[in-house]
């Protein structure tokens, strides 16, 4: 997660939304935390609505597994 590689932009602001226990957490709140950016934190199911609304108030980034592709 402090991989200088995330630094730069495109992991500033990331949408939190897995469960605590995914390993994908790890990604959504570590990697912006150790590189100056901040957490957005999602409310309710992770819709469409809900990713457009995240991005319209600069969320750069967040983690799809397979089974999102679909929203």
């Known amino acids: ?3 200088h590689r995330f630094a730069g932009g495109a992991h500033d602001r990331v949408l939190f939304h897995s ?4 390993d994908a957490a790890t ?3 570590w990697v912006p935390l150790l590189n100056g950016g901040s957490v957005t934190v999602a409310t ?4 469409t609505a809900t990713i457009r609304e995240a991005v319209a108030e600069g969320v750069t980034a967040l983690w799809i597994t ?3 592709f679909g929203v």
Request: charged share 20%; no cysteine; hydrophobic share 45%.
């Open 1 to 3: 997660a402090a991989d």
């Open 19 to 22: 469960p605590h226990s995914f």
């Open 27 to 29: 990604y959504e709140v």
């Open 44 to 47: 309710g199911d992770l819709t």
């Open 66 to 68: 397979a089974a999102l």
